[in-house]
């Protein structure tokens, strides 16, 4: 297959305003193909908005963004083909059961007969969704509307996985599973994830990209991030937050 050293994930000077407010500004970087990046940065820091211009759903001010080679703008269909992304609240279309809308997102990505409901056995396997096939999405806990979102995002078995903080709201057990699934994708895939969780970061990435108020302030590796002490500590000396706040963990004890 394809030569490793291959990018699959470029931000070209990605700047995005929102009015005359500026969510991020010159953001570039290049994921070769195969790797594991987490996204960090405190909320607001603009991780989302990142991730929503690289899959196409919002148009930079500024710069470019290419997935597999392909501009998410001008190449924008041949590039969601090579696309998974799991957007930050899950997947939309509450009304529908897993199965469903599995069966809606196949037939959308020109899925039919065997090999759809092969694809849709494989992504319910992955994502253990089988309990909660034919509930509707807006009565299963988040754990599950995530897993749902992900087996989407599965489904056509794309290259690239951009997914926002996947395992928000989920327990211990199932950010556990999450972990191990994405180990195992990351072997075959190029996955960008974004997380304010730092210890999930240590668990799954290779290399960290850092944004706080915009800017891109770390691309580097979990070794040269953790060089004065834990992921932690540089986390809190490059948002500024060590300085004159106290330090607190955002998650409050909840993972
Ligand atoms: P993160 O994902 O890191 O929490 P976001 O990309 O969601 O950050 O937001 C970056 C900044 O842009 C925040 O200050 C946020 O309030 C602002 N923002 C996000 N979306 C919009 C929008 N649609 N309109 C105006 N401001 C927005």
Same mark, same amino acid.
């Given at each position: 297959m394809g030569d490793s050293s291959m990018t699959m994930i470029e931000a070209d000077g990605l700047s995005k305003y929102y009015g005359s407010f500026m969510a991020i500004k010159d953001i570039s970087f290049s994921i070769p193909k195969g790797q594991i990046v987490a996204f960090l940065g405190p909320n607001g820091a603009g991780k989302s908005t990142t991730m929503k211009i690289l899959s196409g759903f919002l148009a930079a001010s500024k710069g470019k963004a290419v997935i597999a080679g392909l501009d998410v703008r001008d190449e924008r269909l041949e590039a969601v083909k090579k696309l998974g992304y799991l957007p930050e609240n899950g997947p939309l279309y509450? @009304?529908?059961?897993?199965? =469903?809308?599995?069966?809606?997102? +196949? =037939?959308?990505?020109?899925?039919?007969?065997? %090999?759809? @409901?092969? $694809?849709?056995?494989?992504?319910?396997? *992955?994502? &253990? *969704?089988?309990?909660?096939? =034919?509930?509707?999405?807006? %009565?299963?806990?988040? +754990?599950?509307?995530?897993?749902? +979102?992900? &087996?989407? /995002? #599965?489904?056509? @078995?794309? =290259?690239?996985?951009?997914?926002?903080?996947?395992? /928000?709201? #989920?327990?211990?057990?199932?950010? $556990? @599973?999450?972990?191990?699934?994405?180990?195992? *994708? +990351?072997? &075959? %895939?190029?996955?960008?994830?974004?997380?304010?969780?730092?210890q999930e970061v240590e668990a799954v990435a290779q290399r960290v990209l850092l944004i706080n108020e915009g800017r891109l302030v770390f691309d580097g590796s979990m070794t040269e991030l953790k060089q004065d002490g834990s992921i932690e500590k540089a986390f809190y000396n490059l948002t500024g937050y060590g300085k004159e706040r106290s330090v607190h963990n955002e998650e409050g004890g909840e993972v």
């Open positions: 509450n @009304d529908m059961t897993p199965m =469903e809308l599995l069966r809606f997102f +196949g =037939e959308v990505r020109g899925y039919k007969n065997h %090999k759809l @409901d092969e $694809r849709i056995d494989y992504v319910t396997d *992955l994502c &253990a *969704l089988q309990q909660v096939l =034919e509930k509707p999405i807006s %009565k299963l806990s988040r +754990g599950y509307r995530q897993r749902v +979102g992900l &087996a989407q /995002a #599965l489904l056509h @078995d794309p =290259e690239v996985l951009i997914m926002d903080e996947p395992t /928000a709201g #989920l327990d211990p057990n199932q950010i $556990r @599973d999450f972990r191990t699934n994405i180990s195992k *994708l +990351g072997e &075959a %895939k190029t996955i960008l994830i974004s997380t304010h969780i730092l």
